[in-house]
C-alpha cells in the first residue's frame, strides 16, 4: 500500500497493458459473452434470479418493470438502469427470443425498431419456460457468490432445466472477440440431446451428421428461409460458419394486369421499417422502376409488406433486385464462442450439448445428495418419534416426572437412546400426534422416506441413471413446450441468390383449359364456383369449344402427350391467367410441337412421388406402364413417351398406383376390363404391349382407370377440396 503524499514510478506501457487487460478480462467473463451451461449473460441471470426472489412466476400478478429494475440493481448489478431494461424488454420479445424467458405486459417493441415503454409503464413476470431456469435453485444445486457490496448471494450459473444457449441463441461484442449463437428449435435440440445420451459412452464415435439428423438448422423466431445445409453444417463442425437468409414472399394477381408481391417473413435481426425504407429509396432512385406502390399491411395477424407493380410488370427481375439490394436476403455469421470454465472458447455443435448434459449431470448430482440428506434427517426424526409412540406411557411418565424441559431432554436420551434432535422432535410433539390416526401417518411417512432414501442412494451409485433422470426431463420439456419449426431450409446452395419463377408462385387451386384450337388458360378455382350459376369461366373463340378441362395446383408440372408420342412439360403458374388473357393463348406458344403434331391427353403432376406409374394407351390398343419418376426433369422441348407402330396413335395417360383395373372400350363397342398389375412395367421408350385385340378397322375410343373403394373415396375428397384431379 502506497502512503499518500509519496510518488511511486511506473512504466506507462506496463500500467496500460495490465490496466487494458483487467479491463478486456472483466468485459468478456462479466458482461459480453454467456456461459455454456445457462446461456445466460451475467444481467440476465440477475435478473431473472432477482425477478424469481420477488416471486413473479408465470401464474402470478404482473410487477412494475421499474420495481424489477430497481431490484436488480440494488441487489447484484451496479451499473445503469437503462442497461437493465434494455436487457429485461429483450428477453420479452418474441420476435428477438425463440423462446422469451419474461412475460411482458405492455409496449415492449416491435419489429420495426420501435423503442419500448418507460419502465414505469410496463409490467413484467416470468414466463413458464424461464421458470425452468431456476427449478432447484434452493436445492444446493449450484454455487453462490458475494454480490458487489458482500451484502447477499448470487448464483454463479442457474441450475437451467432449459438447453437455453441453443435454444435462444446469444449475441455480444466483447474486446478483441465476439460471440453469434443463432436460436433453435427446442423439439430437434432435445432429440440430438436424447441421441447423445444415448451413446454417453461411444460420445467420440458421434459426429456432426448424426446430429444433423435431429437438428436440421438454426430456427429463427421471424421464420424465414435458410439457403442449402453447407453452412449449417460448416457451423456445427468448426463453431463458425456463414447462414444465408431470405424472407418468404409470393405473387398475387392484382387485377387490371397487375401483381403484386407480399413478403411475409423476414431474416432474423432485420428491421421491417428499414426495410420499407431501402425500397422506397430504390424506387426513388431508379435502381428499380416497375414498383407502383409499396404498403405495409400488417396487423395482429401476421407480416405482409405489399409491393404493387406497375401494369404489365414482370415480378421475377423486381424479386431478384430487391434480394441484391435490400437485407430481404442476408447472411448471418454464427460464430459459437461461450465462455467454459471462465475462458472463452468457440464449441462446435457436439461439445455444447456435450457441456449442457455434463453440467445437468452435476446438478441432478447435487440435487439427489441434498434431497438424501434431508431424507435421512426427517428419517431420523421419526425414528425417534416412532419410539416414542412405542413407549408412550413411559415416555410421558418420563416427561411428568421431570422439573424442565432440559432434564426432561437428558433423561429421554439417557433411556431410550436418542440424541439430542430426536429427543427435541419428541419435546415439541403435539399431543393430537398421540391419536392412532396420527400415529399411522408417522409410520407410513417413514416407510416413505426410507424408500426414498432407498432410490435416491442408488442413484448416487449409478451415474448412468442420472443420465437417464436427465432425458426424462427433457421429455417432459418437449411435451409441455414443444414446438413445430418456424424456418424452412431450402436444398439450394448459398449460390443460389435469385429466385427461381416457382419460387415466386403462390399455391393456389386452378382449372386449366385446353380448346380444340390449340388455346390454353388457367382460372382460379375460388372464380369457378363463384360463377356456379350459370355464366361462362372460360372464354373460347368463335367456332371453338374446350376439349381439356381438368383442376390443378399452381405450382403443378402439366404433362402433355401427344399422338406422335411424345410428352412435353409445362408448369402450371405460366398457364396465362384469364384475368390478363381472358381467351387464352396458342399452346404452341409454350411447347415447341412439329407439324400435324396435336394434344391428346394430359395429367398434372403435384410432384413425382404423388403416383407410382404413368399409365399410356394407344388407339391400335397398346398400353404400357412407365415410373412416373422418369418423367422428372424432361427437357422443354418435349422427348418420346411411347414407342409407336406406324399408323398408331398416342391417345390416352392417366396416373395410376399399381392397385387399381383399367378398361378399354372401342369404336364398335367393344369393352375389355383388367387388373393394372397384368401390365407389365417398361420404360420410357419402350413400344408397350397389346392391350385388347381389335376386329378390322376397330379402334380404341377411351381408356379409363378404376381404384379400391378405399383409394376412390380418398381422392374424391381430395377433388372436392381442390387438392387432386380426375385428369382427362
Same mark, same amino acid.
Given at each position: 500500500? $502506497? ?20 479491463? #478486456?478480462?472483466? $468485459? ?23 425477478? /424469481? ?29 437503462? #442497461? %437493465? ?6 428477453? #420479452? ?18 419489429? =420495426?425498431?420501435?423503442?419500448?415503454? #418507460? ?20 436445492? !444446493? ?19 437451467a432445466k432449459v438447453p437455453n444457449l441453443l435454444l ?16 433453435? !428449435? ?12 444415448? @451413446? ?30 453447407? /453452412? ?11 447462414? $444465408? %437468409? ?42 428499380i422502376e416497375d414498383i407502383g406502390d409499396l404498403r405495409?399491411?400488417? =396487423? ?49 455443435? &457436439? ?5 449442457? $448434459? ?14 438424501? +440428506? ?55 410433539m403435539q399431543l393430537r400426534r398421540l391419536a392412532a390416526? +396420527?400415529? &399411522? ?40 413446450? *414443444?414446438?413445430? @419449426? ?18 415466386? %408462385? ?11 384450337? /390449340? ?10 364456383? @363463384? ?57 404452341? !406458344? ?5 407439324? !400435324? ?62 392397385? *387399381? ?11 375389355? @376390363? ?55
Amino acid at each position: 500500500m $502506497v502512503e499518500i503524499g509519496t510518488v511511486k514510478l511506473v512504466e506507462i506501457e506496463q500500467e496500460m497493458k495490465s490496466a487494458y487487460l483487467d479491463y #478486456a478480462m472483466s $468485459v468478456i467473463t462479466a458482461r459480453a459473452l454467456p456461459d455454456v451451461r445457462d446461456g445466460l449473460k451475467p444481467v440476465q441471470r440477475r435478473i431473472l434470479y432477482a425477478m /424469481g426472489e420477488m416471486g413473479l412466476r408465470y401464474n402470478t400478478a404482473y410487477k412494475k418493470c421499474a420495481r424489477i429494475v430497481g431490484d436488480v440493481l440494488g441487489r447484484y448489478h451496479p451499473h445503469g438502469d437503462q #442497461a %437493465v431494461y434494455d436487457t429485461l424488454v429483450r428477453m #420479452a420479445q418474441d420476435f428477438t427470443m425463440r423462446y422469451p424467458l419474461i412475460d411482458g405486459q405492455g409496449n415492449f417493441g416491435s419489429i =420495426d425498431d420501435d423503442p419500448a415503454a #418507460a419502465m414505469r409503464y410496463t409490467e413484467a413476470r416470468l414466463s413458464e419456460i424461464a421458470e425452468e431456469m431456476l427449478l432447484d435453485i434452493d436445492r !444446493n444445486t449450484v454455487d453462490f457468490k458475494e454480490n458487489f457490496d458482500g451484502t447477499m448471494q448470487e448464483p454463479t450459473v442457474l441450475p437451467a432445466k432449459v438447453p437455453n444457449l441453443l435454444l435462444n441463441g446469444t449475441a455480444g461484442i466483447a474486446v478483441g472477440m465476439a460471440t453469434n449463437i443463432p436460436p433453435h !428449435n427446442l423439439n430437434e435440440v432435445i432429440d440430438a440431446t436424447h441421441y447423445l445420451i444415448d @451413446r454417453w459412452d461411444k460420445i467420440d464415435d458421434v459426429d456432426v451428421e448424426d446430429l444433423m439428423r435431429f437438428i436440421s438448422g438454426p430456427d429463427f423466431p421471424t421464420a424465414g428461409i435458410i439457403l442449402g445445409s453447407d /453452412g449449417i453444417k460448416e457451423a456445427y463442425a468448426t463453431g463458425k460458419g456463414r447462414i $444465408v %437468409v431470405r424472407g418468404k414472399l409470393h405473387t398475387e394477381e392484382a387485377g387490371g394486369g397487375r401483381a403484386r408481391i407480399v413478403i411475409t417473413e423476414l431474416p432474423y435481426q432485420v428491421n421491417k421499417s428499414a426495410l420499407i425504407e431501402r425500397i422506397a429509396d430504390l424506387v426513388r432512385d431508379r435502381r428499380i422502376e416497375d414498383i407502383g406502390d409499396l404498403r405495409d399491411e400488417s =396487423d395482429r395477424q401476421g407480416m405482409s409488406i405489399v409491393i404493387e407493380l406497375k401494369r404489365g410488370a414482370d415480378a421475377k427481375p423486381v424479386i431478384n433486385q430487391l434480394l441484391k439490394y435490400t437485407p430481404l436476403q442476408s447472411g448471418f455469421t454464427v460464430n459459437m464462442l461461450a465462455l467454459v470454465e471462465g475462458e472463452p472458447r468457440v464449441l462446435s455443435l &457436439k461439445k455444447m450439448l456435450q457441456l449442457y $448434459v455434463q453440467h445437468r449431470q452435476i446438478v441432478i448430482t447435487r440435487r439427489t445428495q441434498y434431497d438424501l +440428506e434431508k431424507a435421512k434427517a426427517r428419517a431420523h426424526i421419526l425414528e425417534g418419534l416412532k419410539i416414542a409412540l412405542d413407549y408412550l406411557d413411559e415416555v410421558i411418565k418420563t416427561i411428568r416426572q421431570s422439573p424442565d424441559a432440559e432434564t426432561a431432554k437428558e433423561r429421554l436420551m439417557k433411556r431410550f437412546k436418542l440424541d439430542d434432535i430426536q429427543a427435541q422432535a419428541i419435546l415439541d410433539m403435539q399431543l393430537r400426534r398421540l391419536a392412532a390416526l +396420527e400415529r &399411522k401417518k408417522i409410520e407410513d411417512e417413514l416407510a416413505e422416506v426410507r424408500k426414498a432414501i432407498k432410490y435416491l442412494e442408488d442413484l448416487l451409485k449409478h451415474p448412468k441413471k442420472i443420465l437417464g433422470v436427465i432425458q426424462e426431463e427433457l421429455a417432459d420439456l418437449k411435451k409441455r413446450f *414443444g414446438d413445430t @419449426r418456424r424456418t424452412h431450409i431450402s436444398e439450394g446452395g448459398e449460390e443460389t441468390t435469385e429466385f427461381k419463377e416457382e419460387d415466386l %408462385v403462390q399455391e393456389q387451386a386452378v382449372l386449366i383449359s385446353v380448346t380444340q384450337r /390449340g388455346y390454353i388458360s388457367r382460372v382460379p378455382l375460388t372464380s369457378v364456383r @363463384r360463377t356456379a350459376t350459370g355464366s361462362k369461366s372460360v372464354q373460347t373463340r368463335e367456332e371453338d369449344a374446350v376439349q381439356y378441362l381438368f383442376p390443378a395446383n399452381s405450382r403443378d408440372t402439366l404433362l402433355f402427350f401427344t399422338n406422335c408420342g411424345k410428352v412435353y412439360p409445362l408448369r402450371a403458374h405460366q398457364v396465362p391467367d384469364v384475368e390478363r388473357q381472358p381467351r387464352g393463348l396458342p399452346l404452341n !406458344n409454350f411447347l415447341s410441337f412439329e407439324a !400435324n403434331e396435336r394434344v391428346t391427353s394430359a395429367v398434372a403432376v403435384p410432384d413425382f412421388s404423388a403416383a407410382e406409374f404413368l399409365t399410356m394407351a394407344t388407339a391400335g390398343g397398346r398400353i404400357k406402364r412407365t415410373p412416373l419418376a422418369e418423367f422428372d426433369g424432361i427437357r422443354a422441348s418435349g422427348v418420346a413417351a411411347l414407342n409407336l407402330n406406324e399408323g398408331d396413335e398416342l391417345g390416352w395417360a392417366r396416373l395410376t398406383h399399381g392397385d *387399381g383395373e383399367l378398361m378399354f372400350a372401342t369404336e364398335q363397342g367393344q369393352a375389355l @376390363r383388367f387388373k393394372e398389375e397384368d401390365v407389365p412395367v417398361q420404360g420410357r421408350v419402350a413400344g408397350g404391349v397389346y392391350g385388347i385385340k381389335l376386329n378390322e378397322g376397330d379402334k380404341v375410343a377411351s381408356m379409363v382407370r378404376w381404384m379400391p373403394c378405399s383409394r376412390m373415396a380418398f381422392c374424391s375428397s381430395l377433388r372436392q377440396k381442390g387438392l387432386a384431379s380426375e385428369h382427362p
